[in-house]
């Protein structure tokens, strides 16, 4: 497994939905992209920011849930990619294993403060790798990441959006398939 952390939701052209991306803490940098429906991309845009509501949620009631059965969520793993579908698993701290979509899974994570795990097959099967030659052209490019060392307080300008989304533009479907199966 590799740890990942969420990078943020976006809106790749050739897709109607959103996305979750994740990327590779460490090593290559792989990112993963996720397709999600919109009321999941609000659920983990809200999970990402810790912002409460009134009233507990989904994500907030699982997590009751599971704290009143005596049990937190230690860590959430992206475990499979079959037939174009991702599959996740929350990992309770007695080791018990609780299938779910990767959307929700990843916004339990965020609220729970779970680390975030892909296995490494479905990282070489679906992840793309965005390296660059340096920590300078990272943050030339990418205007650094948040929490790595190259960077300050992460700042976001309509340049830098434009750069991501002109990135995502040119995605396709093809770019996350293995270039062995052809």
Not at 91 to 110: E, K, N, Y
Not at 115 to 143: Q, R, S, Y
């Amino acid at each position: 497994m590799v740890q990942v952390r969420v990078q943020g939701l976006a809106v790749v052209a050739q897709e109607v939905a959103p996305v979750v991306l994740l990327r590779e803490e460490a090593g290559l940098r792989r990112w993963l992209a996720i397709t999600i429906g919109a009321p999941e991309a609000q659920e983990l845009a809200a999970a990402q920011e810790r912002t409460a509501s009134p009233r507990p949620g989904t994500v907030e009631l699982i997590l009751e849930v599971i704290a009143a059965l005596g049990q937190r969520v230690v860590q959430i793993e992206v475990t499979e990619l079959r037939d174009s579908i991702f599959h996740a698993d929350l990992v309770l701290d007695d080791g018990v294993r609780v299938s779910a979509r990767p959307s929700d899974a990843i916004a339990v994570g965020l609220r729970a403060n779970a680390p975030i795990e892909v296995a490494e097959a479905v990282l070489e099967e679906a992840a793309v790798d965005v390296t660059v030659a340096n920590a300078d052209e990272a943050a030339d490019v990418l205007g650094g990441l948040p929490g790595d060392p190259l960077d300050g307080p992460p700042e976001t300008s309509e340049d830098q959006i434009r750069q991501f989304r002109d990135l995502l533009d040119e995605v396709s479907p093809d770019d996350f398939r293995d270039p062995g199966t052809g």
